[in-house]
């Protein structure tokens, strides 16, 4: 079976700040990872994705997230976050023709 | 990558009723799927649906409630029969990546709330 866990259902940082949101993964077979985000009243829209290779993966709009197989993590980072980041980002595991599990969602919050 | 419509954008709807989803792909697709999320949860997969077979039900939903349609590779249906107030929900189609590992795509969902 395989879940993922997203730490911390609210995240706040002021804007400029660094963005860290946190997903560890339990999979037992090597995973495919992606971040996708959802703001208000849209559907899903897909951040950035992790198959193979490069461990460091970037995104659209500033964000990358980092895999570590060792920690299985796959953490997403924005070196300085921007009023228009606040949104609920999701964390999942799977895809092509694979059932996704999704993760429960951290809403992030941009204080000016 | 895919891109995919949804109808209705939104409803409000009277318990005892059914609504009917409408998902529109502008390729064609093997798999689609359709998931519910509750006010503030996260994504919950309700079937898959492939064209020309019965749709697959994850546990917990049944055919009676949430019937579909797969009539063909660029078109899905989903009804929400007989709605409570528990059915209140955004209802989000997606479809396949387009290759092992690859991510799936989703519409903007449906919000549906039912009175």
């Known amino acids: 079976a395989q879940s993922v866990t997203q730490l911390g259902s609210h995240v706040s940082v002021s804007e400029g700040a660094l963005v860290l949101l946190r997903c560890n993964y339990s999979?037992?077979?090597?995973?495919?990872l992606f971040w996708y985000v959802q703001y208000p009243n849209q559907g899903l829209q897909l951040l950035l994705k992790?198959?193979?290779?490069?461990?460091l993966v970037k995104g659209i709009n500033g964000f990358e997230a980092e895999f570590k197989k060792s920690e299985t993590s796959f953490h997403l980072t924005k070196p300085s976050a921007h009023m228009s980041d606040a949104a609920e980002y999701f964390c999942a595991l799977g895809g092509g023709y694979q059932k996704v599990t999704f993760g429960t969602g951290t809403k992030l919050q941009v204080i000016p | 990558s895919a891109v995919i419509s949804q109808k209705p954008s939104r409803d409000i709807c009277q318990r005892g009723t059914s609504l009917t989803i409408q998902c529109q792909v502008d390729?064609?697709?093997?798999?689609m799927f359709w998931y519910r999320q509750q006010p503030g949860q996260s994504l919950t997969l309700i079937a898959t649906a492939n064209q020309g077979s019965e749709a697959t039900y994850e546990s917990g939903f049944v055919i009676d409630k949430f019937p579909i349609s797969r009539p063909n590779l660029t078109f899905s249906t989903l009804t929400v029969s007989n709605m409570s107030p528990e059915d209140s929900s955004i209802y989000l189609c997606s479809v396949e990546g387009t290759g092992t590992g690859e991510p799936q795509h989703f519409g903007d969902g449906t919000r549906l709330s039912i009175l």
């Open positions: 390729s064609q697709v093997t798999m």
């Open positions: 999979s037992s077979v090597p995973p495919y």
């Open positions: 992790y198959t193979t290779g490069a461990t």
